[in-house]
């Protein structure tokens, strides 16, 4: 087995509180929480992961995964741990829940599903990129990852995250796609017994509502809620509001364990 190559920055955030793990999506890095990162590191201390051969992490050109990107994620940190995740990120999420939920307090996905896209989809996204690269997938990443007026609202923010895109390693994110192209958790959500927070941005066509209410009625303790100002990347066009939604989230059930 190869262990795809993650990479992982230091915790930021008070060092006694709770361990909150941050996972990207396809062609972003931990840029893609920027914004969101300072309200939680106020409450958690939080770490960010990145993909093979996006952001710090090493290209990856052997098959891996969305399995073993979780037990990469998992063997990367010690102890038990809080974690959200955007699509990509999410499928990782709900990996790491079916794997070593016994670690993981409480979930929140974000913008993704128990499957995402078709099999069909992601070999022709992986092809494309094999043959010319990244950058030609600039303008219809763009279109899909944020709602109207993000990119008038936060140049600096989407123009990064473009950047991001356009130097991923090409191998590495073809890998990726083929990885999307095999999973599907939809007839395992009832074996996770953590609770779990489904969300979905109002604009998102990539993962839209119904994707975040499946995992949420799939899985034992599952709640949905949607961001109205958001479309794939919630963290980049709503930062406030996903920082309060997680926030909710985890506290609600912090304080459910403790009573
Ligand atoms: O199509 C996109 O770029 C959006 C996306 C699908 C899976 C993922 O992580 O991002």
Not at 6 to 27: F, K, Q
Request: charged share 20%; net charge negative.
């Amino acid at each position: 087995m190869t262990v795809p190559a993650i990479s992982l920055t230091d915790p930021v955030g008070p060092s006694h509180a709770p361990l909150l793990l941050l996972g990207p999506s396809l062609g972003t890095s931990t840029l893609l929480w920027d914004r969101v990162v300072p309200a939680l590191a106020e409450h958690y201390r939080v770490a960010l992961w990145d993909l093979p051969g996006h952001g710090a992490a090493p290209a990856s050109t052997d098959r891996f995964s969305i399995a073993e990107l979780a037990d990469a994620v998992a063997t990367a940190v010690d102890g038990p741990f809080l974690y959200a995740g955007v699509s990509l990120g999410g499928a990782v999420g709900l990996e790491l829940l079916l794997r070593h939920g016994d670690r993981i307090a409480a979930a929140a996905i974000l913008c993704s599903g128990a499957k995402i896209g078709t099999p069909e989809g992601w070999h022709e996204r992986a092809a494309q990129v094999r043959a010319q690269s990244t950058s030609s997938l600039i303008i219809g990443s763009a279109q899909r990852w944020f709602a109207p007026g993000s990119i008038e609202r936060d140049p600096d923010l989407t123009g990064r995250l473009l950047h991001v895109l356009q130097n991923t390693h090409d191998e590495s994110y073809a890998r990726c796609c083929e990885a999307l192209a095999v999973f599907d958790a939809r007839d395992r959500l009832g074996e996770i017994a953590t609770p779990v927070l489904a969300v979905w941005g109002d604009h998102d066509a990539v993962t839209p509502e119904a994707s975040a209410r499946e995992i949420a009625a799939g899985v034992q303790h599952g709640e949905a809620i949607g961001i109205p100002d958001a479309s794939h990347l919630a963290p980049a066009d709503s930062p406030a509001q996903t920082a309060a939604v997680l926030r909710g989230f985890f506290d609600t059930v912090a304080a459910e364990r403790a009573a």
